[in-house]
């Protein structure tokens, strides 16, 4: 056991965790010293002594309402780097464009948004780039995530949540962030400045504990413009936190929870055919279990997409399915070998669970 350590206290005037230096008694380990954190170069042994210091002064001072620490993110593709879709333009009220990123417009206005890497924010790859046409909508059009406390976001109920928007913009009053629950509007941003650079955008609310359905976070365009949405970060609590990107592993594996491709578009790589056992008449039928790589958020709206190449069988249809696996079938024309395979073009299956 090392004389001295550096630890974790718990805050208990607000809940969280703290760093604490401290020093332990040579030979009682039971008696424990509180630290200053400027007599931390006294405790951090060796070359860390600087870097100890540093840390724990710049903790301090993020607790005390400096920069904000980083906690796990509430959002699914936050940063907008999955595209599972495409790459757009996509511009119908309802669709989806960035993965879990759903547009929703109101009135006459319009709005097309797109897979862009020119503008992404700093660390970032892509953003979504949302050019927008005001109509009759008075502000209310909006690009969005919808969580749904109800069935799949339960721990939000009772909670605080704050959430940041890192959007880009040239146009003063274009565009806000907002965060409503159930039609009912908690917070609204100010609106970004029009610098043209990218700004952070806060909002803050607190959840019902019970009767909540629907959670959404949002930006509303209220002038025609083209903003850029990157890096959009949700914490529980009221302090905002820097934005924490997610390993690309644990990101598409969390997008395919509510979307997958069972195969990429026209890659020839999803075959249904005899095995060697072929038909003996027309009229059977062909089928296989296909599983999912992620299990679904609810059951989900299961799509045979494309032209497919198909021999002595019609395209594939869906059958049986759940939130883990779907059959696939075709039906045979006639006797003998038959195949349906997805390389026509934009061939594949799509799977979709928005709860």
């Given at each position: 056991m090392p004389d001295n350590v550096v630890a974790w206290d718990s805050d208990k005037s607000n809940g969280v965790f703290v760093p604490v230096a401290r020093t332990l008694v040579a030979g009682a380990f039971a008696s424990v010293i509180d630290t200053n954190v400027a007599d931390i170069a006294d405790i951090v042994p060796g070359s860390a002594k600087a870097q100890g210091a540093t840390n724990l002064a710049a903790d301090a001072g993020s607790r005390a309402g400096g920069v904000p620490l980083a906690f796990p993110n509430l959002f699914v593709n936050g940063g907008h780097e999955q595209w599972q879709r495409g790459t757009g333009a996509f511009t119908g009220s309802g669709s989806y464009a960035a993965d879990s990123w759903q547009l929703a417009i109101t009135g006459?206005?319009?709005?097309?948004?797109?897979?862009?890497?020119?503008?992404?924010?700093?660390?970032?790859?892509?953003?979504?780039?949302?050019?927008?046409?005001?109509?009759?909508?008075?502000?209310?059009?909006?690009?969005?995530?919808?969580?749904?406390?109800?069935?799949?976001?339960?721990?939000?109920m009772g909670q605080r949540v704050t959430i940041t928007f890192r959007v880009k913009c040239a146009v003063a009053g274009a565009v806000r962030a907002s965060l409503m629950v159930d039609g009912v509007?908690?917070?609204?941003?100010?609106?970004?400045?029009?610098?043209?650079?990218y700004e952070t955008l806060t909002v803050t609310g607190l959840i019902a504990a019970s009767g909540v359905t629907y959670v959404s976070a949002r930006v509303l365009f209220a002038a025609a413009c083209t903003a850029y949405v990157d890096d959009v970060m949700g914490v529980i609590g009221s302090v905002p936190s820097v934005y924490v990107p997610m390993h690309p592993a644990d990101d598409i594996a969390r997008d395919q929870r509510y979307y997958e491709l069972l195969a990429e578009a026209q890659s020839g790589s999803l075959v249904l055919g005899d095995a060697g056992a072929p038909a003996t008449a027309g009229g059977q039928f062909g089928r296989v279990c296909l599983v999912y790589k992620v299990k679904k958020a609810v059951s989900p709206t299961v799509t045979v997409v494309g032209g497919w190449s198909n021999v002595n069988c019609g395209t594939p249809f869906v059958g049986n399915f759940d939130t883990l696996a779907v059959r696939l079938a075709t039906s045979v024309v006639g006797a003998g070998a038959f195949s349906t395979v997805n390389n026509g073009s934009a061939s594949t299956i799509t799977v979709e669970a928005n709860p």
């Open positions: 006459t206005d319009t709005l097309s948004v797109s897979r862009d890497s020119a503008n992404a924010d700093i660390g970032s790859k892509y953003c979504s780039a949302c050019t927008f046409g005001l109509g009759s909508g008075a502000g209310l059009t909006e690009y969005r995530q919808l969580f749904n406390a109800a069935t799949d976001f339960t721990q939000l509007v908690l917070s609204n941003s100010a609106f970004h400045t029009g610098s043209g650079l």
